[in-house]
């Protein structure tokens, strides 16, 4: 690693107000002068309306060649910084400087044109990125290998998965010559397979002398790939150092999740576009004793959810995962209609999942929820909407029968053992 600082974040401060649609984009911009014209109001913002720093004074540097994770609880200020940094909105103060290209996996649905194809957004991100054509070729055929979309390089992208989506976003993002890679969280959508796949082309890269600042929920992968962490806690840094001692601070923070129910209205969400046409109100777990999960008892969460527009249909979902962001299983409803209502109505629906199947080794476990259209497009996620505990007794006085050392899973395993004499096969 080169003492050379190439990124340089000094005092940075975001604030936006609730009640005003923003202008840190042109996009958003535009949708204020609409609003506002729609409204009559004259141009200038609410005085009275309330203020959200979801940055405060936030200043590090990374170095050539260092892998910084950045990790925090939703709502932290992680994508914001990312989206600084990425020059996607404008800082309210401070400063953030680049040395050198960047490249940046963010969300589904940025950095790619939708009409064009895999093959046309790849040379358009290498044009963005400063690169010749000539250059982009000779690397084309490696960024489709990695990503496994030989036969769907000439479809638009539009008609991907979110999986082939993010595929291709990464393999564009890692092979391309940049100097600077920034990764959001989107290698959860990716399948195991894949998210190792991408864990080994990080490592590559940052012995290449290229600096990745990595955003993660997942505290294993923090762990393995970066030796400094910086820890957000609602918009300022509280701590940075070492991966397991700052790691360690943020598994002490996140106990304090709600347990049983929570009302998440509120809470802030991952991503700017959602919460608009449906938003989850409140969830809450639904233990038989109104306190603690036994280790033998189905897993059953309701949440409650507000659509705007209830003639789209909507596909609801829960992911379960341990406190240090490993994810053990998601679960998805079938597509559900509404009755037909006018579509300007606004109705509330209370979604109930029964987990019958899995058995968890007693401890915290974190429960995300999620909403879809029924066309399958994320609507509302909030995924670290409640912590759920399970105890180390059921009723009756069965007894979990595995340790924690085991893992966070208990199995049901038949085993047959028998005895082989000396010469037999």
């Known amino acids: 690693m080169s003492d050379e600082v190439v990124i340089s974040v000094e005092h940075l401060s975001k604030r936006y107000r609730l009640g005003e649609t923003g202008a840190g984009t042109l996009k958003e911009a535009f949708a204020q002068w609409l609003e506002k014209t729609r409204r009559n109001m004259p141009d200038s913002r609410h005085a009275e309306a309330e203020e959200i720093w979801a940055l405060r004074d936030v200043s590090f540097?990374?170095?050539?060649?260092?892998?910084?994770?950045?990790?925090?609880?939703?709502?932290?200020?992680?994508?914001?910084?990312?989206?600084?940094?990425?020059?996607?909105?404008e800082p309210t103060s401070g400063r953030a400087v680049l040395r050198g290209r960047a490249a940046s996996l963010l969300e589904v649905g940025t950095g790619f044109h939708p009409d064009?194809?895999?093959?046309?957004?790849?040379?358009?991100?290498?044009?963005?990125?400063?690169?010749?054509?000539?250059?982009?070729?000779?690397?084309?055929?490696?960024?489709?290998?990695?990503?496994?979309?030989?036969?769907?390089?000439?479809?638009?992208?539009?008609?991907?998965?979110?999986?082939?989506?993010v595929r291709l976003a990464f393999a564009v993002a890692a092979h391309l010559e940049a100097d600077i890679l920034l990764v959001d969280e989107v290698l959860a959508v990716g399948d195991a397979a894949f998210q190792r796949k991408c864990l080994n082309k990080m490592a590559e890269v940052t012995q290449k002398g290229r600096t990745v600042l990595f955003v993660s929920h997942n505290m294993n992968v923090i762990r393995?790939?970066?030796?400094?962490?910086?820890?957000?806690?609602?918009?300022?840094?509280?701590?940075?150092?070492?991966?397991?001692?700052?790691?360690?601070h943020y598994l002490r923070d996140i106990e304090s999740v709600p347990a049983i129910c929570n009302t998440v209205e509120h809470s802030p969400r991952p991503y700017d576009n959602l919460g608009h046409n449906a938003r989850i109100l409140k969830v809450r777990a639904c233990p038989r004793d109104g306190f603690t999960f036994a280790w033998t008892e189905p897993l059953r969460f309701e949440f409650e959810v507000r659509v705007q527009n209830p003639t789209i249909g909507c596909i609801?979902?829960?992911?379960v995962q341990t406190i240090g962001g490993i994810r053990l299983f998601t679960c998805l409803?079938?597509?559900?209609?509404?009755?037909?209502?006018?579509?300007?109505?606004?109705?509330?629906?209370?979604?109930?999942?029964i987990a019958h199947a899995p058995t968890l080794a007693p401890g915290?476990?974190?429960?995300?929820?999620?909403?879809?259209?029924?066309?399958?497009?994320?609507?509302?996620?909030?995924?670290?909407?409640?912590?759920?505990?399970i105890g180390h007794v059921a009723p009756g006085g069965a007894v979990y029968p595995g340790q924690p050392s085991y893992g966070p899973v208990c199995a049901n395993v038949s085993w047959s053992i028998a005895e082989q004499v000396d010469g037999a096969i």
């Open 116 to 165: 064009l194809t895999g093959r046309e957004n790849i040379y358009l991100n290498g044009a963005i990125l400063g690169m010749k054509k000539a250059e982009i070729a000779r690397k084309f055929d490696e960024i489709v290998a990695f990503a496994e979309l030989e036969r769907f390089i000439d479809t638009p992208v539009k008609r991907y998965s979110s999986g082939m989506y």
């Open 224 to 248: 393995q790939l970066c030796a400094q962490v910086l820890l957000l806690t609602s918009g300022r840094v509280t701590s940075r150092g070492v991966a397991d001692d700052v790691v360690a």
């Open 316 to 319: 609801f979902g829960i992911t």
């Open 364 to 389: 915290s476990y974190i429960v995300g929820v999620g909403v879809a259209s029924g066309a399958n497009v994320l609507l509302d996620v909030v995924y670290e909407a409640l912590r759920f505990d």
């Open 333 to 353: 409803s079938e597509k559900r209609d509404f009755v037909a209502v006018a579509p300007s109505k606004i109705i509330k629906v209370r979604a109930e999942a």
């Open 61 to 89: 540097e990374v170095r050539r060649g260092e892998v910084l994770g950045v990790i925090g609880r939703n709502g932290a200020g992680k994508s914001t910084l990312l989206k600084i940094l990425t020059r996607i909105t």
